[in-house]
């Protein structure tokens, strides 16, 4: 017998409604007061992520493997959370926080104890999602965390497609990042492509995989058209931004990331790995992200 399937959460304020998938704790739809969804729904034929939440790495190690001391690992893309269920802790009807703990499967191929809460929150117009990662073994615990929000593209608005562009809070001069056919950091830098603030987003710019800002200015960023009503998606505390579709596919993933996939022909200890961030025994270490939809 097939397991079931854990049901969706659902919280709202009289401007936004989401739903929130146990499976990953990853939100699962955003809608406006209108009803209208701004949030990729999963087709699997395309892409299957809505919202994913990356731990403990963001992006591709070299080789699959997680090195500690003399021990190797195997762990796959983007780590596992992803993939496992979350137990629901708390739920009201504008907040909900989920938790998951490490096992047996999860030690086998991240070697540390920890707790892992995703908290939603809707105020108003404003959906806030905050990570918090605890070190609950004897050992300092590196790790990642990343957010990977799909929105559709174009929005709900009935604005084209090609009249979409993602507007950064400040100017962002600095050279982006690039991967290469192993998903792991090229260490050449290419010219950004941010003009007077703006990225006008065109199906050409993925052709190389996800655009990378490892050095940026920006706290914040919009995204829609000109004249049509456009998301804010807020990101204190983040070292890396990606941006990324698939080429001709109907959404676009502005993703907020502390930590990065390996640089190429990286084979060093997962502690000297570049972006992670470590996390004392008895500590936590939070992570957060704020989704804004025209109220």
């Known amino acids: 017998m097939a ?20 499976n990953g704790a990853q939100l699962h739809s955003l809608k406006d007061r209108l009803g209208r969804d701004y949030l990729w729904h999963g087709d699997p034929t395309i892409w299957a992520g809505r919202a994913p939440l990356l731990f403990p790495i963001v992006g591709t190690l070299n080789g699959g493997k997680l090195r ?47 707790v892992l809460e995703i908290r939603y929150e809707i105020n108003g117009p404003a959906l806030s999602v905050e990570a918090a990662v605890r070190n609950e073994g004897k050992d300092s615990m590196p790790a990642s965390l990343g957010f990977h929000p799909g929105f559709l593209w174009p929005l709900p608005s009935g604005e084209p497609r090609a009249a979409h562009f993602i507007e950064f809070e400040k100017d962002e001069p600095a050279p982006i990042r690039r991967i290469d056919a192993q998903g792991l950091l090229s260490p050449q830098s290419h010219p950004t492509p941010v003009t007077n603030r703006r990225l006008l987003l065109a199906d050409t710019l993925f052709l190389d995989d996800v655009i990378i800002l490892d050095t940026f200015n920006s706290r914040r960023v919009s995204y829609g058209a000109e004249s049509g009503p456009r998301i804010e998606i807020g990101f204190t505390d983040a070292r890396y931004l990606g941006i990324w579709t698939k080429p001709g596919a109907p959404f676009v993933c502005i993703e907020p990331w502390q930590g990065v996939t390996d640089p190429a022909g990286f084979n060093g200890d997962f502690l000297e790995k570049p972006g992670i961030f470590v996390v004392p025994p008895g500590q936590s270490h939070s992570f957060g992200m704020t989704i804004s939809l025209p109220s």
């Open 68 to 114: 500690l001391g003399s021990r190797d690992y195997a762990l796959a893309r983007h780590g596992f959370a992803r993939g496992r269920v979350f137990e629901v802790v708390t739920f009201t009807p504008s907040s909900a926080v989920f938790c998951l703990r490490s096992s047996p499967a999860t030690l086998a191929v991240y070697p540390f104890e920890f």
């Open 3 to 22: 397991e079931a399937q854990p049901h969706l959460i659902n919280i709202s304020s009289p401007l936004l409604a989401a739903e929130i998938d146990p």
